[in-house]
């Protein structure tokens, strides 16, 4: 089959290698499209250097690339009980810019009805992470007024639609080509950070989704409001060595002073949660946002214009 593969630090080689043979609790899936994530570009690069520790000081441990998929399942192991052949299904797995993989069950999930492998790859790493920030982190409730820092990105188009489903009034800040879109997700206010200032402004927010982590300390409080929360998601990418753990330590500092918490996240795969955004990707509450699609082949390509930090919703591959 054909994948893409990693020996070293910053390339990447499309080649023809063996099958997966898959353990018997997993699933072999014919892969038919993929997602790329700026976590996939942390990946190519190994940035932060930290990073390294666990994924290979030298050179990648994993030669494997991409998380998140959708396909067809082809084959199960004698222990699987959810799937069979035939079943389209979404989840998470290192390994998707390929044509096959084996993935255990419990990381995936029907492929939600109505929806292209290309709109369902681009879903579970971005809005696992919307979901789990706003209802996890940030006890997100009804009424309340949530500012999205970063609303046009992967995570953000589906922290401002989650954030509606919540029932509050939200806030999107994106650069201005992203307005229009902001506001067609469901956003009640889009702020043009290319024009506006949110800390500025005097509003404060009750939740605040901290997807560009582009703002201090000092302007992340001022923002909020009394008793509320601030999660931070994810930080420009420099700072080699530490990369956003700095700004995350920090964040957790300034969190022990006074009412406002601040605090950063750690996106987790629960397979409850990918059902929970099946069934809103059915009732058309959530849509993906998808700006371009690669072939399997460009994936470098791919993983270069999302490294730029810069993507209307998701980039995906089809493969
Ligand atoms: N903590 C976790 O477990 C976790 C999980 C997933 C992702 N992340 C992190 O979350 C971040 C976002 O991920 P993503 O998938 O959404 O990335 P993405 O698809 O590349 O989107 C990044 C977005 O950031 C926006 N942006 C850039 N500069 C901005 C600024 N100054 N103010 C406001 N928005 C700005 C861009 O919008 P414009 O083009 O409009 O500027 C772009 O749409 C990344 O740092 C990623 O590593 C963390």
């Not at 994948?3 to 014919?30: C, F, H, N, Q």
């Not at 999205?148 to 029932?167: C, D, H, P």
């Not at 605090?263 to 409850?272: F, G, I």
Request: charged share 20%; net charge positive; with cysteine.
């Amino acid at each position: 089959m054909k994948a893409i593969v990693r020996y070293t630090y910053g390339s990447l080689a499309l080649e023809e290698v063996d099958k997966p043979t898959i353990k018997d609790d997993e699933v072999l899936v014919r892969v038919r499209a993929a997602s790329v994530n700026p976590y996939d570009w942390h990946h190519l690069t190994g940035t932060p250097y930290i990073m390294r520790i666990g994924a290979g000081l030298r050179k990648p441990k994993e030669t494997a690339m991409g998380v998140d998929v959708a396909g067809v399942v082809e084959a199960v192991g004698p222990d699987v009980t959810g799937f069979q052949p035939g079943d389209e299904v979404f989840g998470m797995r290192s390994g998707a810019f390929a044509e096959y993989m084996g993935v255990r069950e419990v990381r995936i999930a029907l492929k939600p009805a109505g929806l292209t492998f290309e709109q369902a790859a681009a879903v579970p790493l971005a809005a696992l992470t919307a979901l789990q920030a706003l209802r996890d982190k940030g006890k997100i409730q009804a009424g309340q007024q949530v500012l999205i820092n970063g609303a046009s990105g992967g995570v953000g188009t589906f922290a401002v639609q989650l954030a509606k489903v919540f029932g509050t009034k939200v806030t999107a800040v994106c650069s201005t080509r992203n307005v229009d879109t902001a506001r067609s997700l469901g956003a009640d206010r889009v702020i043009d950070y290319t024009r506006e200032d949110f800390v500025q402004s005097g509003q404060v927010y009750d939740l605040i989704l901290d997807v560009a982590g582009n703002r201090s300390i000092a302007d992340r409080k001022r923002a909020l409001a009394p008793n509320g929360i601030l999660v931070l998601v994810g930080g420009p990418k420099k700072g080699r060595w530490l990369g956003p753990l700095t700004s995350a330590l920090m964040l957790v500092l300034a969190s022990k002073i006074g009412s406002k918490k601040l605090m950063p996240m750690l996106t987790q795969l629960v397979n409850e949660d990918l059902v929970a955004l099946r069934k809103l990707l059915e009732t058309g509450q959530l849509k993906p946002v998808v700006e371009r699609t690669y072939p399997l082949h460009e994936v470098p390509q791919a993983l270069r214009y999302v490294g730029e930090g810069h993507s209307q919703g998701k980039i995906v591959i089809s493969v």
